[in-house]
């Protein structure tokens, strides 16, 4: 059984909270990607949905249309779909009115982590992106509320859904494959907020973690590397720095 229109209209109601009330992260990703939050430009993923939650934005708002693509990697995404989803493509970027956002767009860069014995601890996130999306290196600013609402909101579509289930399990699995032979440690924000983390090689096993095991990516590894981003990309790192964010 797939979650229907009405179910992601509840699960848009409980997920509301902001990953952080403190700093917009739009604003620290934007200088490094033409302006524009790297979440909402299509040119890094497009933006894919199930029957059900296009069924229930088509209803609510105008901020979405079918995605058309326009060369042969788009018509793969197009062909390669399946039955039950969508590629969709945002009007709005990036003057993101919020109540237009797709479940997934709420949960960016975020995931719900399975473990090797079936257990949701908590919350993972889409590790290709962690060049690119400022969030992921700066984990201290998500804050309890995004977490509480992210775990209930999916909870909820996994009882509507099994498929979804399946998909995250294999979401955990395949991340546990890829950082076990790239040597590198899983970082999991669990339930409550603590940290945790799985150590390569070690059979997906769960142990609490400090802030500082997990490690910074790209241009966020440092102020100074970030500043020097945004310089080579036109911009003005001034007011770009965690003390300018109040973080
Ligand atoms: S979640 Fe990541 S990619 Fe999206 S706006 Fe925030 S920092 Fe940018
Ligand atoms: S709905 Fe908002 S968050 Fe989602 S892609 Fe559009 S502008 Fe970005």
Known sequence: MAAKAKHYEKMHDM?????????????????????????????????????????????????????????????????????????????????????????????????????????????????????????????QVVEKEYIKEMIETYEYLFKKDKEELEAFHDQSASMRRVFSKKGRVIPIIGRDGGYFKILPKTKGAIVPAKLSDFDAHGPFKSEKAYAKAISEEGGDPTGHSLKDAGV
């Open 15 to 139: 997920l509301q909270a902001s990953i952080s009330t403190k700093v917009d992260c739009g604003k620290m990703c934007a200088p490094l990607n033409n302006g524009i939050p790297v979440c909402c430009t299509a040119d890094h993923a497009v933006p894919v949905v199930t029957t059900g939650e296009w069924k229930h934005l088509k209803r609510t708002t105008d901020a979405w249309k079918k995605f058309k693509p326009k060369d042969k990697a788009g018509r793969e995404i197009v062909e390669e779909l399946h039955e039950d989803c969508r590629a969709i493509e945002c009007k709005i970027a990036p003057f993101c009115d919020r109540n237009s956002r797709t479940l997934a767009c709420r949960s960016f860069p975020f995931f719900p982590y399975f473990t090797k014995q079936g257990e949701l601890i908590g919350l993972s996130y889409y590790w290709i992106f962690d060049d690119r999306c400022w969030i992921i290196s700066n984990l």
